[in-house]
């Protein structure tokens, strides 16, 4: 790694990661800076999730739809918190759509801030942001690579600068794509199913660079895609193969030893995933075939990886899944589940969901959840909110991962 580059990630990730990659220790000169205050930040640009109460009547019923622009083809994904807004792409594989910014500050009546479309965005399975020099910025899935996004007015978001990666081919929907993002100081990371990893310093969005490529061996279809602090987290879309890098040096990964494996369910069964997610410690894997519902592994050890707990639903078909302290919500096909795994000796359905379409995905929100649909929706109703819980949800949030451990 160059100089120029060391110093810029060094400087954007701060302390702790600078002295994981330089060893440094007490006698370093460096020292922890000096981080504001909550109330000292800037303020949101939204006011938040949805804040109100649930009577039993109203649990598990449609309350709203979400339709992203007058050409939505109604194939959607997730959906992000991002400055006290919903940001919901909507964009199918083959290509054509956006970002809609919501308010959902009343969940059962969201109102829609703003909306951008670009004819080359694709389906995106994460999203990435950061704030650079005031200028807010997402990337998202381009049909040949990336796109970075100015979002820093929610009611005119516009895409900036496109990136076309080596290899990645259009129409493809699987092998030479990019299926998700991972945003981490001035790099994005963009898993690129059989490619591999694409490394991109995004010092400047509006002039991305392609740095490299890294193929993992053995070879994985790399689908999801976590950067922690100096661990980088790759998991098969479609398979059972997981892989933990060193991205101590954030421009060459290298494998952790002990840390690829083949994930296997509570019977030691390998197991395919459609998708995965990162919750603290814990990978989440949707089971891709021979029924659904999520897998968790515990990478607490990231040389030994094991198994953590698991919900099964005969008839399912994941998805996408997504954590919410403890509780895992997936897209399971025909239904969206949400199971309660916060005792892994005792996992315990909430609730079934229900969404006409390919519910691949189900994503908490509050006490709310938000069901979508990438295939067969009716017109305009490609997302749904949904009240799943009576209370609002007045837990705040906490850090659940840090990597480098704690000495």
């Known amino acids: ?29 460096l020292s922890t800076p000096d981080l504001p205050v909550p109330d000292a930040h800037p303020a949101l640009k ?31 994904n997730l959906v992000v918190m991002h400055q006290g807004l919903l940001v919901m792409p909507f964009a199918p594989e083959w290509g054509g759509g956006g970002l809609s910014f919501w308010d959902v500050s009343d969940g059962c009546s969201p109102i ?54 080596d290899g990645v081919f259009y129409p493809d929907a699987y092998a030479r794509v990019i299926f998700a993002v991972f945003w981490q100081g001035n790099i ?15 010092t400047d969005p509006a002039n991305p660079v392609q740095v490299d490529v890294y193929e993992p061996d053995p070879p994985l279809r790399v689908g999801g895609i976590h950067a922690v602090g100096n661990l980088l987290v790759i998991t098969a879309t479609e398979g059972a193969r997981t892989s933990l890098l060193d991205i ?24 395919e995933a459609y998708h995965t997610n990162l919750a603290g410690n814990r990978i989440l894997y949707a089971r891709k075939q021979g029924g659904g519902g999520p897998i968790q592994w515990d990478i607490s050890s990231v040389t030994a990886p094991v198994f953590h707990s698991e919900w099964f639903t005969d008839g399912g078909n994941g998805g ?38 390919d519910l691949d995905t189900l994503v908490p929100l509050a006490n709310m959840a938000v069901a979508a649909v990438d295939a067969g929706a009716d017109p305009g109703q490609a997302t749904a909110l949904i009240p799943v819980f009576a209370d609002p949800d007045t837990l705040p949030p906490v850090v659940t991962m840090v990597y480098p451990r704690d000495g």
């Open 46 to 76: 939204g006011p938040g999730g949805p804040m109100q109460s649930f009577s039993s009547g109203q649990l598990y019923r449609h309350c709203a739809y979400l339709s992203g622009h007058e050409n939505d083809e109604d194939h959607h």
């Open 188 to 202: 994005v990371y963009a898993a690129g199913a059989d490619n591999g990893v694409y490394i991109i310093d995004a």
């Open 320 to 357: 996408y899944v997504f954590d919410k302290e403890g509780f895992l919500y997936q897209g399971d096909s025909n239904w969206g589940v949400i199971a309660d795994l916060r005792d892994p000796a005792a996992p315990a359905q909430v609730t079934r969901v229900t969404l006409t379409g």
């Open 112 to 165: 829609r801030i703003g909306t951008g479309w670009d004819d080359a965005m694709r389906e995106s399975h994460s999203l990435g942001f950061a704030d650079i020099d005031g200028t807010d910025w997402a990337v998202v899935n381009d049909i040949a690579g990336i796109q970075f996004w100015d979002i820093t007015d929610p009611e005119s978001p516009a895409r900036v600068s496109r990136l076309e990666l």
């Open 248 to 271: 101590s040096d954030p421009y060459a990964p290298i494998p952790v030893p002990g840390g690829t494996f083949e994930v296997t369910d509570g019977d030691g069964n390998i197991t």
């Open 1 to 29: 790694m160059t100089d120029q580059y060391f110093k810029r990630f060094s400087q954007i990730l701060g302390t702790v990661v600078a002295c994981a990659l330089a060893a440094c220790n007490g006698s370093s000169g």
